[in-house]
């Protein structure tokens, strides 16, 4: 991915969404030859020249100080995705020539401790993934919940590949347009984080090729976090099922995530729950008595 591009991109795209009512400038007359605010008013707004924002806006974040990014970032009205987006732009933007060339990454591995503790955890859905979105680990009940994803996958499981890519996604998951625009998002935001792996790269690549509607969004250059929210699913076997999430940061293993799933306390999709757990656990417990016997 190109530094200059995703930083000119992005800062353009940004530019164009804010009107100058929005801004709180005055909007002299009715024909305006570019959406949203001009480059002279994003200068105003953050206190630097036009000339200095042009060359930033061009894809020149070469030496720029954080107060720079700070006050670009006001003036955007960026909000908390986005600041970090900007600056993980200008840091891979700063990082010195041939120590961040394109790689191919070793494949990421959960530690056993790790993996422990999905597995103690029974009573909720839980898996670790990258920022690829590879689904590298999970607990029995995690599997079972999200089985379609894991069943229609022959390599490591991929969220956005199996949501873009497999028919199957848009019946599991009730609200697929939205989850489909946070997937974009997200790695979208991992690009900005890590531009230059090659995996993410030919993930992509692959994405956009194979998916209008990927290729499209993309363009859009919208980042997200991914900390908690809602997902409402289908499964093929206990029905529609309401989930809060947790995604929580390994912070001993950079650039993983565990997410956990819970339902609310005696609803439906609690009790579905408790079905599938209770089929996950039935073999272990058949063993467990034969060893005891």
């Known amino acids: 991915m190109d530094s200059r591009t995703e930083i000119r991109d992005f800062l353009t795209s940004r530019r164009a969404r804010i009107t100058p009512e929005r801004a709180g400038l005055p909007a002299y007359g009715g024909n305006r030859r570019v959406a949203g605010l001009r480059r002279e008013e994003v200068a105003?707004?953050?206190?630097?020249?036009?000339?200095y924002y042009t060359r930033l806006e061009r894809g020149n974040l070469s030496g720029v100080s954080e107060s720079v990014l700070e006050a670009i970032a006001r003036a955007l009205q960026l909000d908390e995705a986005e600041r970090a987006h900007l600056f993980d732009l200008a840091?891979?933007?700063?990082?010195?020539p041939g120590t961040a060339r394109t790689r191919r990454r070793p494949t990421q591995?959960?530690?056993?401790?790790?993996?422990?503790?999905?597995d103690a955890m029974t009573l909720a859905p839980a898996y670790v993934r990258n920022g690829r979105l590879d689904v590298l680990a999970a607990n029995q009940l995690g599997r079972a919940v999200f089985a379609p994803l894991f069943d229609a996958s022959t390599r490591t499981p991929n969220i956005a590949r199996?949501?873009?890519?497999?028919?199957?996604?848009?019946d599991f998951y009730l609200e697929w347009e939205s989850l489909a625009g946070d997937t974009v998002?997200?790695?979208?935001a991992e690009a900005g984080r890590d531009p230059y792996d090659r995996a993410l790269s030919d993930l992509v690549g692959e994405l956009s090729t194979r998916s209008d509607v990927f290729r499209t969004w993309w363009a859009a250059h919208n980042v997200r976090l991914h900390r908690s929210g809602t997902k409402h699913l289908h499964h093929p076997v206990?029905?529609?099922?309401?989930?809060?999430?947790?995604?929580?940061?390994?912070?001993?293993d950079t650039g993983l995530r565990l997410n956990a799933y819970s339902a609310e306390p005696g609803s439906p999709s609690q009790e579905a729950l408790n079905l599938l757990a209770?089929?996950?656990?039935?073999?272990?417990?058949?063993?467990?008595?034969r060893q005891g016997d």
């Open 91 to 96: 840091r891979a933007a700063n990082t010195t």
């Open 278 to 289: 209770s089929w996950t656990a039935a073999p272990h417990v058949r063993s467990a008595t």
């Open 238 to 252: 206990v029905g529609d099922l309401t989930l809060e999430f947790e995604s929580m940061d390994l912070t001993a």
């Open 162 to 170: 199996f949501i873009f890519l497999d028919p199957a996604a848009q």
């Open 185 to 188: 998002a997200l790695l979208r």
């Open 109 to 118: 591995q959960v530690r056993p401790g790790v993996q422990r503790i999905l």
């Open 44 to 51: 105003l707004l953050a206190g630097v020249s036009v000339d």
